[in-house]
Structures are given as structure tokens and as C-alpha cells.
């Protein structure tokens, strides 16, 4: 069908009629509206774009006509099951060695997931519905603060006195949107774009992503039983004024950064007037003990301090937070201000909700306690099915699987995955040529009747790769 000759409506606005027409063919081909999606009225949309609803409706009706949108009435507008896709359509991506993977749904044995039976649902709901049903006219029409929630970030900084051994007032807590977001903030406001990081080596991909983002150039640095070695050749370049580090629990081998490393570290931003960027990722789950005091206890104007409920809640609710040093409180104000980089304020109320009705502590207790078992049974199979491989059991929330340089351990995890397994490659936390292969398996949510399928799917994804 020639679709300009059917492009003319009533009023004569061709071009409007062939620009909204284009736009929401492309959505529809490129996966922006994708399969099965309620699209919005025609009369909204024309509300919203300025053009009469005629002009929309025609448009409409040359998707309904190349049969990529169906009616269904009062239900509304679709977009059709079965469609064509676009010749250079998107690929679903996979997002190698990160925790999550925004298109598909959690796998067994994924890293980051937090234990599902522990979660106290019905204790969370409570806590929503209270949000929701007591405050939703102050949440629509009251102004809040961008800083976050003053409640919550008073109950914040108190759990971090008691957990982490950070002294601070809830004028240093800034709610972000997750960890990215909290480390953007922070490159942000100290304007550190375009200059260097000392990262990890290996350490969280996201974390480089981010780095990287923001016009940094990575400077991998090696990491070994003691943790980051503050004594290497990147530490002299004077230059550097950025570490970012997991000093409590390393990110993914689980080492502690030694004591004296750690009086370095803290020299060393002092003396070069640099900045560290302290991950404490693991800081409430860990299965056997608790994490040592953080580096920001230490009480020093050089570290920032990143936390969030991601692995202790869930990843969907967003909320993080960054322990800002006393003298850059102004700073971040004026940014908070700025950009407004808080959650929804009813998830910031249903979650103050639930840590002062003492629902997390008891939480966390639980969660400690399933993720020790969940650990242990895992660690026992694998060695078990694995006996010649090596295992690299002191993760917080992972267990590594060594496989060696030469493995391709993309493969590996990718088999893996295709079979309902959500194993990471190793080697995607490394920067450089140089790079450990392996596989890092999660113990939550971890079932002991399914540990022996789950062994039996990575034998066959090795086998497969030999």
C-alpha cells in the first residue's frame, strides 16, 4: 500500500500526521513499545503533542492498517502480538558480569539477589500500604526534600553508627537512586570528569561503566589476600586523584583490606589531596560475620561512603545513599537541590516505615543466617562434583568457580544461562589482557534438593567448552 496516499486527514496536516505515524511505527519495530504493550489513547496523545485528536486517530489508523497496533475498544490501544521487526531492530543484551540484567527475570544461583525467604512480605506490604494510604496527598502536593526523606536519612545514619562504625548527622546522608546513581553524584560534585581512577583489579563492572561514563580513565590496580595494594606504582602518580575501592569486603574474592593498607590508603588521599569512593556493597549480608568498621570511620574529609538496600531488599526499590565528609555537605545540597536525585518519596516512607517498626534488623538477622546455610551447602556440592577445581569460597555474595586463563568462561556462563543458570563470568570483572577465568555462583534462594541439577548444568556447560 502506498501509505502517503492515506496520510491525508480532514484538517490537512499531512506532516503531523506522517511525523506522529513515524514515531510510533519505529517504537513499535525497535522494541521502545514492545509486543503485547498498551499504547496511549489517541486523545491523550493528541493532548500531549498539541494536534487536533483527528490528526492522531489517522495515524493510528495506518498502524492498525499495516496490522501493528489493534483496538480493543474501551480496553484500548495495543500494540500486536506478532509484528515485524526492524532490519537493524535491537539485539537483546546481555550484560556480561554485572549483578542484574534488566531483561530477564532473576536466574537460580544469580549473584545480588537477595534470599526471597526471608523477606518479611506481609510486613512490607503493611509498611506500603501505610505510606500510601496515610501521606499520598502530602507525597503529591507537598515540596520534599531532594536530599531525601529527613526521617529516613536520621535512621540511616544511626544504622551506619551501629553496623559500620561511621559517626555522622542525617545532614551528611544523601538518598540517591542506587549505587550508579550515588557515584555519579559524587563525580558530580567534586568534578573529578576526564582525570584518572585507580579501580579494582578485578572488581564490579558497574563500577567502571560508571568511571567510565564520565570521561575517567581506569587505572586497574592488582588486589591480592590483603586487598589493594596501596604500595603500587599507581599510587605514585601524583596526578590521580580518585580510588575507588570495596575495603571491607573485596568485590568478588571477599578479602578485607589489611590494616596497614588501609592507614595507606587514607595517607595517601591526604597527601595528594585525592578522594575514595568506599563500595560497602556487602556491609549487611554477610552470611557468617560482620564486616569490619569502614574506611569512613576513620573519620577522614577524603571518603565518600556508598550504601544501598539492593541486596538486602531488592534491587526494583532503588534506594541508595552516600555518607558525604562534613565538609562537602553544602556541596552536596546545592546538588540535591539541583538534580532531585532521591527515590519516590512513598517508597522512602514505606521504607522508614519498615526500619522503624524493627522489621529490618530482624530481616537482616534472618538474611544473614539463610545465606550462611545457603553458602555452605553450595560450597560442600561443588567441591563435591569439582573436586579438582579450585574454589574461592569468601565472597560475600558469591562463590568462584576457578576455571583459568584459558577457559572461555563467556561461553561457559552464556550455556549456563540458556539452561536457567545464572553463573557470571569472571573474567568480565578483570581489566586488561590478563585475566582469571571462572564462574561466580550465587548462594541465595539456594534449595539443597536443586543443588545437584544446578551441578550437573555447569558440568555440561564445561563439558561442552573443553
Known amino acids: 500500500m502506498d501509505v502517503k496516499r492515506n496520510t ?6 499531512v506532516s503531523q500526521v506522517q511525523r506522529i505515524y513515524r514515531q510510533v511505527r519505529s517504537g513499535i519495530l525497535d522494541g521502545t513499545f514492545p509486543s503485547g504493550s498498551r499504547l496511549p489513547s489517541w486523545q491523550d496523545m493528541a493532548s500531549q503533542l498539541g494536534v487536533s485528536r483527528s490528526t492522531v486517530k489517522r495515524a493510528f489508523e495506518l498502524l492498525s492498517e499495516e496490522r501493528l497496533i489493534n483496538s480493543r475498544g474501551a480496553a484500548g490501544t495495543w500494540v500486536c502480538d506478532s509484528r515485524p521487526t526492524a532490519a537493524d531492530g ?8 554485572s549483578f542484574y540484567d534488566p531483561d530477564a527475570h532473576a536466574l537460580d544461583l544469580q549473584i545480588g539477589i537477595p534470599e526471597k525467604m526471608a523477606f518479611p512480605t506481609k510486613s512490607w506490604v503493611t509498611c506500603w500500604r501505610q505510606a500510601v494510604v496515610r501521606d499520598t496527598g502530602v507525597y503529591l502536593w507537598e515540596p520534599q526534600d531532594p536530599r531525601g526523606l529527613a526521617p529516613l536519612r536520621q535512621e540511616i545514619a544511626a544504622h551506619v553508627a551501629v553496623a559500620r562504625g561511621i559517626r555522622c548527622g542525617p545532614d551528611q546522608i544523601i538518598i540517591t537512586n542506587g549505587f550508579s546513581a550515588s557515584l555519579n553524584a559524587i563525580l558530580q560534585v567534586l568534578g573529578l570528569s576526564k582525570g584518572g581512577a585507580i579501580v579494582e583489579n578485578p572488581g564490579f563492572p558497574r563500577t567502571r561503566a560508571v568511571l567510565r561514563l564520565a570521561g575517567m580513565t581506569l587505572i586497574p590496580t592488582s588486589v591480592d589476600w590483603l586487598g589493594i595494594d596501596t ?28 590494616s596497614e ?4 590508603l587514607l595517607e595517601w588521599a591526604e597527601a595528594r589531596e585525592a578522594y575514595i569512593i568506599e563500595d560497602d556493597y556487602a556491609g549487611d549480608v554477610l552470611p557468617y560475620d560482620r564486616a569490619g568498621p569502614a ?38 545540597a546545592r546538588y540535591a537541590d539541583a538534580y532531585g536525585p532521591a ?9 522508614l516505615n519498615f526500619v522503624k517498626n524493627g522489621h529490618y534488623l530482624r530481616h537482616l538477622r534472618r538474611l544473614r543466617q539463610l545465606n550462611g546455610q545457603g553458602k555452605t551447602m553450595l560450597v560442600e556440592t561443588l567441591k563435591q562434583r569439582f573436586p579438582s577445581l579450585e574454589l574461592r569460597p569468601e565472597g560475600a555474595i558469591s562463590v568462584g568457580l576457578m576455571l583459568g586463563e584459558r577457559a572461555d568462561d563467556q561461553a561457559i ?17 578483570y581489566e586488561g589482557p590478563h585475566r582469571e577465568g571462572g564462574l561466580l555462583i550465587g548462594f ?8 545437584v541439577r544446578y551441578c550437573d548444568i555447569i558440568a555440561n556447560a564445561l563439558g561442552a567448552h573443553r
Open 8 to 13: 491525508q486527514p480532514e484538517n490537512g496536516s
Open 90 to 97: 535491537f539485539a537483546p543484551k546481555h550484560f556480561s558480569g
Open 231 to 258: 604500595a603500587s606504582p599507581p599510587f605514585e602518580d601524583e596526578f590521580l586523584k580518585l580510588a575507588v575501592v570495596t575495603p571491607s569486603h573485596h568485590a568478588p574474592f571477599g578479602m578485607s583490606l589489611a
Open 261 to 264: 593498607r588501609r592507614v595507606g
Open 295 to 332: 574506611l569512613a570511620a576513620a573519620g577522614s574529609n577524603r571518603v565518600f561512603h556508598v550504601g544501598s538496600f539492593s541486596k538486602t531488599i531488592g534491587p526494583s526499590l532503588r534506594i541508595g545513599f552516600v555518607v558525604v565528609p562534613i565538609g562537602f555537605v553544602d556541596q552536596f
Open 343 to 351: 527515590s519516590p518519596a512513598i517508597a522512602q516512607h514505606a521504607l
Open 413 to 429: 556462563s552464556a550455556r549456563c544461562r540458556d539452561q536457567g543458570l545464572g553463573a557470571l563470568p569472571l573474567s568480565s570483572w
Open 444 to 451: 541465595s534462594n539456594v534449595e539443597e534438593s536443586s543443588l
